[in-house]
């Protein structure tokens, strides 16, 4: 039983540990795979991000915490 609220909640309180402030603009498309259960693409865009060097791993880290605390595991 995954919470879209929980997850934007969750989500919005972890933009100030993101390696880069403008990040926020790309974690607004992780409503859109949250929103579709779509959690391996929310990960796949995730490794996109970091092959673009626009995230670290600890931005994704901070990702599949945040889906992880809700049971999902990807």
Do not use: C, K
């Given at each position: 039983?995954?919470?879209?609220?929980?997850?934007?909640?969750?989500?919005?309180?972890?933009?100030?540990?993101?390696?880069n402030?403008?990040?926020?603009?790309?974690?607004?498309?992780?409503?859109?795979y949250?929103?579709?259960?779509?959690?391996?693409?929310m990960?796949?865009?995730?490794?996109?991000?970091?092959?673009?060097?626009a995230?670290?791993?600890?931005?994704?880290?901070?990702?599949?915490?945040?889906?992880?605390?809700?049971?999902?595991?990807?």
């Amino acid at each position: 039983n995954f919470s879209l609220d929980q997850f934007q909640t969750d989500l919005r309180n972890a933009l100030v540990s993101l390696s880069n402030p403008q990040l926020r603009w790309e974690f607004a498309a992780l409503n859109i795979y949250a929103f579709n259960g779509d959690f391996a693409g929310m990960l796949g865009y995730m490794e996109y991000l970091v092959y673009i060097n626009a995230a670290n791993s600890n931005d994704v880290s901070i990702v599949t915490d945040i889906i992880g605390r809700q049971g999902i595991v990807v």
